[in-house]
């Protein structure tokens, strides 16, 4: 009142920054993607990565509500258990269980796999949507950049190891849950993809960027290697939104203070796993690989996400660095 009182202007201001907000907020929410489909999913199985927090909660609650069973494939195992005993409440589906896997651990991917092998004998969709933005850079116990083994080396890992499973199950799927941030990445150094050489203003971010990259290249690499085989198994990559999740909670505080600064513009989680679930379930995306999407459809990636030739690469140096022995490899289209 005060300020308004003796600047009347500023009052007319504020009204017209606010306009704008409330303009801005409503073009978010209607050209938001829904997933329109109604499919059941009974009588399929599903693993989502990281399905304990965030829109791999989201996903897997909307999963288990039509009928699927669910795998939550997550590293806190105490969380994991309530996050599934609440999905089961919610849905009054009991066929949602937790199974380890730290994807920053090779060996734990390693196990996971061998686990489902054993106990599985078709795997309908898998979801790789665990992830970390933000991380402090360092290396695992693999000796590999911890936010790229997180984001893509053990997600490539995993579904090479699953491919046979994936294979021999009609109408397959697979999702990589990536980013538009890939966008910012303009250059991939596929002799530095492991960040362990320094490079002058190289943050976090960067590293980031390069992982969601990878997801796409990935994506469209395998998506190639399986059209040759001329099979039904489909793979994609999506951007789900910007999204108030604990994820956010990765980043530095400055970092952090801006993002919930902007929060007001970004979804729930609930709205960020909407394009997730719509890959999953919906007919019209059947015979669709290869493909990047958001807000439910198909969307425009980076010139770099679209290098063939990086692509053969990374995929490449990707099996080196995981060590993918040949017997895994024996599982891997050509």
């Not at 599934?84 to 199974?99: C, F, K, L």
């Not at 796993?273 to 999953?280: E, K, N, S, V």
Request: charge should be positive.
């Amino acid at each position: 009142m005060f300020l308004t009182e003796y600047f009347p202007w500023m009052g007319i201001i504020f009204a017209l920054v606010l306009m704008v907000l409330i303009a801005l907020k409503v073009y978010t929410v209607v050209t938001m993607g829904v997933c329109q489909s109604q499919n059941r999913l009974d009588g399929k199985i599903v693993i989502i990565t990281g399905g304990s927090a965030g829109i791999g909660r989201e996903t897997a609650l909307d999963l288990a509500g039509r009928g699927a069973r669910v795998i939550l494939a997550c590293r806190n195992l105490n969380k994991s258990f309530r996050v599934r005993d609440d999905i089961i409440s919610a849905t009054n589906n009991p066929n949602v269980e937790v199974r380890e896997l730290d994807l920053s651990s090779l060996q734990s991917v390693r196990s996971f796999a061998s686990g489902i092998l054993k106990s599985e004998a078709k795997l309908d969709v898998l979801i790789n949507n665990a992830g970390c933005a933000g991380a402090s850079k360092k290396l695992t116990e693999d000796g590999l950049e911890y936010q790229m083994q997180t984001n893509h080396f053990g997600h490539f890992l995993l579904t090479n190891l699953l491919l046979g499973v994936l294979l021999t199950t009609e109408n397959s799927r697979i999702i990589n849950v990536s980013s538009s941030y890939h966008t910012t990445c303009k250059k991939l150094d596929m002799s530095n993809i492991n960040f362990t050489r320094e490079k002058t203003g190289e943050g976090i971010l960067e590293i980031y960027a390069a992982s969601k990259v990878c997801n796409i290249l990935f994506t469209r690499q395998l998506a190639k290697k399986l059209k040759s085989m001329g099979g039904s198994v489909t793979v994609n990559a999506l951007h789900p939104g910007a999204i108030r999740t604990e994820i956010l909670n990765t980043f530095g505080l400055w970092m952090r203070l801006g993002l919930f600064m902007s929060s007001f513009f970004m979804k729930t989680a609930k709205q960020g796993a909407q394009t997730t679930i719509d890959l999953a379930v919906n007919d019209q995306w059947a015979n669709v690989t290869g493909e990047f999407f958001s807000d439910c459809k198909i969307s425009k990636m980076s010139k770099v996400a679209q290098g063939d030739a990086l692509a053969t690469k990374l995929w490449d140096v990707s099996e080196e660095l995981v060590n993918l022995s040949p017997e895994e490899k024996s599982l891997n289209p050509e």
